[in-house]
């Protein structure tokens, strides 16, 4: 079984930075692409950045020149560098990853969540 556990969240004010971490851990047998997702009050759960194995990114572009995302594979952890944050930015942010069922196999995939960490930024 794996497991995702994100750190790193906290208050912080506007202007200020904060990084995010997530830790994948259990029977891994490679991880494709992975991502941090966020969830404020009332809304919906939205994509904020994704990174392929290969290390290819995508930005929603209301953090685009902000943050950063980025992945060691060695360590099957995956960081989000928060940067300028905002008042808007304050949310539960998520992780997710793309695994495989078995090495042997790479279209099999599933999903995984972690739990989330929350992120307050104060104006």
Not at 14 to 20: I, N
Not at 97 to 109: E, S
Request: aromatic letters at 8%; charged letters at 15%; glycine letters at 10%.
């Amino acid at each position: 079984q794996v497991q995702l556990v994100e750190s790193g969240g906290g208050l912080v004010q506007a202007g200020e930075s904060l990084r995010l971490s997530c830790a994948a851990s259990g029977s891994i047998f490679g991880i494709n692409a992975m991502g941090w997702y966020r969830q404020a009050p009332g809304n919906q759960r939205e994509l904020v950045a994704t990174i392929t194995s290969r290390g290819t990114t995508n930005y929603a572009d209301s953090v685009k020149g902000r943050f950063t995302i980025s992945r060691d594979n060695a360590k099957n952890t995956m960081y989000l560098e928060m940067n300028s944050l905002k008042p808007e930015d304050t949310a539960v942010y998520y992780c997710h990853a793309n695994l495989r069922v078995a090495p042997a196999t790479p279209t099999l995939t599933y999903d995984r969540w972690g739990q989330g960490t929350q992120v307050t930024v104060s104006s």
